[in-house]
């Protein structure tokens, strides 16, 4: 499970493209570089900019609950 920024980090740089960053929680390895797929499943709140990276992790944290209550619903349709 994980959840995922699309847009353009306003945050961390001004006038940068747009792509997706993808944070895969009780993940620890480093993949940077990593070609990986990604399913988008549920919008949770447009993007924003923060006054530093240590609001753009708290946001984050904040939007887990979020993130792991969908692919817990959708790991229960599954089974059914």
């Not at 997706?20 to 993949?31: A, K, M, N």
């Not at 797929?37 to 949770?44: A, C, D, H, K, R």
Request: glycine share 12%; charged share 30%.
């Amino acid at each position: 499970p994980a959840i995922s920024n699309v847009g353009v980090k306003p945050t961390v740089e001004a006038g940068a493209r747009c792509g997706v960053e993808t944070h895969l929680y009780g993940f620890g390895e480093d993949i940077y570089g990593e070609e990986l797929t990604v399913e988008l499943g549920q919008f949770v709140r447009p993007e924003r900019k923060f006054d530093g990276l240590t609001d753009v992790v708290a946001q984050r944290e904040k939007d887990v609950p979020a993130g792991e209550s969908f692919w817990k619903q959708e790991k229960m349709k599954k089974l059914l």
